[in-house]
């Protein structure tokens, strides 16, 4: 008897043993090699907007219900801004004061966040301003920060990865008289082009958003999308083609770089320019970074934007079921025969306007986990953080569960002064406002809060890893005026006018 029950033991051990070397087998996703590029990219349209008597530069901004069809002959159901999928790309100029009249079409609320923006908490667009089915909200704001890629997107309190992923997204681009005089590809669509990437997943002809039993991340899909395009290849007419790369997926790391591993400028992170080119052949964003690479082209030839394995999740278990060793060919870049000839990129580019961190008047400390920042679920009746108007604090971030995260901050930019103790990488130090912070990695960030005091309506910073983020990885801060105190939170969050 003790023989069988031994020998059946064994063939159990064996069968789990077999069982999860499959599963680690067959856990990483590979495209490269294998797309064929038949679709040229969609470039978003700019947005359309008109002058008011003020001078006051307005948009309209509709959420609305539709349907795409991503794969031929099959269409899946999509949400979008103006359209079926995404949303224009709203472009505006620093000292502009803009107002952006929101519609919410859709049967559910949902509201529309200005990620990198400088600008009243009033009008951040996050949690506390739901916009209800059938209502409008138009925010309104001055442009008052240098040239950048920013982006919008929903965020709903516990539902913003389910709405980002059904297709609410769209790139903000801000001008300034310094950018617009350097020389700089610019021609919007044609050699300045916007790189919004995600990662997808399809169950028959409908998006598949389930998170696979092994990820701690989120969602992983097993394939990618440029700006809703499945397979683009994106014509160059130009020697400098300048990408906007913008990672909206909710839960994926990119580590980009060409196909043939050539060199590329970044000119620009999160919130601008940096003060001058880094040349360099990888860059890593995690969901919500965005950066501006410079790409030189010769006549004829192809190149493929591609997402390469990287080691920077921590351990094992997290590189290889959180996406490390995938792999996804992006964007075919196909050089005309003959190029028009591109100026040589400036040497300086930009004055950085974050803080030094020299002269801050406070540091606080913020411990991610899965169940929480610094111990505790988001609330949203509850102020976290109040920090003082015209205050440089330093604020240091550590991962202490090991799970991959990042981390976002509403209303400011901020210089990364350190990773684990040491001077950041030359894609950390220019302005950014989301940073990524592996598995027992810890951030020093120093950062400025000069915007308008109001003590009752919070920012939030939290991780972008949008299931993480919906899973209470949240807190909200509010700015006072000196010696003020915090009041509370909107009881509903509710907003609409009609």
């Not at 997943?201 to 389930?210: I, M, T, Y």
């Not at 002064?417 to 027992?440: F, I, M, S, Y």
Request: hydrophobic fraction near 35%; include cysteine; aromatic fraction near 8%.
């Amino acid at each position: 008897m003790l023989i069988v029950l031994a020998t059946v033991a064994g063939v159990f051990a064996a069968m789990l043993g077999g069982g999860f070397a499959w599963v680690w087998s067959s856990a990483d996703v590979s495209t490269v090699g294998k797309v064929d590029f038949s679709d040229r990219l969609a470039v978003p349209p700019l947005a359309r907007s008109t002058v008011a008597k003020d001078g006051t530069r307005v948009f309209d901004l509709r959420m609305q219900s539709g349907s795409k069809e991503f794969n031929s002959g099959r269409k899946t159901p999509t949400w979008g801004f103006n359209g079926d999928y995404l949303g224009p790309t709203l472009r505006a100029e620093r000292g502009e004061k803009v107002r952006v009249r929101i519609a919410n079409g859709l049967q559910e609320a949902s509201t529309v966040h200005w990620h990198g923006m400088h600008l009243p908490a009033r009008m951040d667009g996050g949690p506390h301003q739901m916009v209800e089915p059938g209502d409008t909200w138009s925010p309104e704001w001055k442009i008052d920060q240098p040239a950048s890629t920013l982006w919008y997107h929903p965020h709903p309190h516990g539902a913003t990865e389910k709405h980002v992923q059904r297709g609410l997204a769209g790139m903000f681009l801000l001008d300034d008289k310094r950018s617009s005089g350097l020389d700089l590809p610019d021609d919007y669509g044609v050699d300045d082009v916007p790189v919004i990437v995600q990662d997808v997943r399809f169950d028959g002809a409908d998006f598949d958003h389930g998170h696979g039993f092994m990820q701690s991340t989120g969602f992983l899909g097993d394939r990618t999308m440029v700006n809703g395009t499945m397979k683009p290849y994106q014509e160059v007419g130009d020697e400098l083609v300048r990408l906007r790369l913008l990672n909206a997926s909710t839960a994926r790391m990119y580590d980009f770089g060409l196909s043939d591993d050539r060199e590329f400028a970044l000119v620009g992170t999160d919130g601008g320019l940096l003060e001058a080119p880094a040349r360099m052949n990888r860059i890593q964003l995690s969901p919500g970074e965005r950066a501006e690479i410079v790409v030189r082209m010769k006549p004829g030839e192809k190149s493929v934007l591609r997402s390469y394995p990287h080691d920077s999740y921590g351990n094992h278990w997290q590189q290889r079921f959180s996406g490390g060793d995938d792999a996804f060919d992006i964007l075919e870049l196909r050089a005309a025969d003959r190029l028009r000839p591109s100026p040589e990129l400036p040497g300086k580019l930009g004055e950085l306007e974050v803080p030094h961190g020299k002269d801050s008047s406070r540091e606080r400390f913020f411990g991610l986990r899965m169940s929480g920042i610094n111990g505790r679920a988001m609330d949203m009746s509850r102020v976290d953080e109040t920090v003082t108007r015209g205050a440089t604090e330093t604020w240091t971030v550590r991962n202490e569960d090991g799970v991959l995260h990042n981390f976002h901050v509403h209303d400011v930019q901020f210089r990364v002064l350190a990773v684990n103790g040491e001077a950041p990488p030359p894609e950390l130090r220019g302005a950014k406002d989301t940073v990524p912070v592996p598995g027992g990695d810890s951030v020093k960030l120093a950062m400025r809060f000069d915007g308008p005091a109001d003590p009752d309506t919070p920012y939030m910073y939290h991780c972008h890893l949008l299931s993480h983020e919906d899973g209470g990885m949240m807190g909200q801060f509010v700015v006072v005026e000196k010696g003020g105190k915090a009041g509370r939170p909107p009881a509903g969050h509710g907003h609409g006018d009609h």
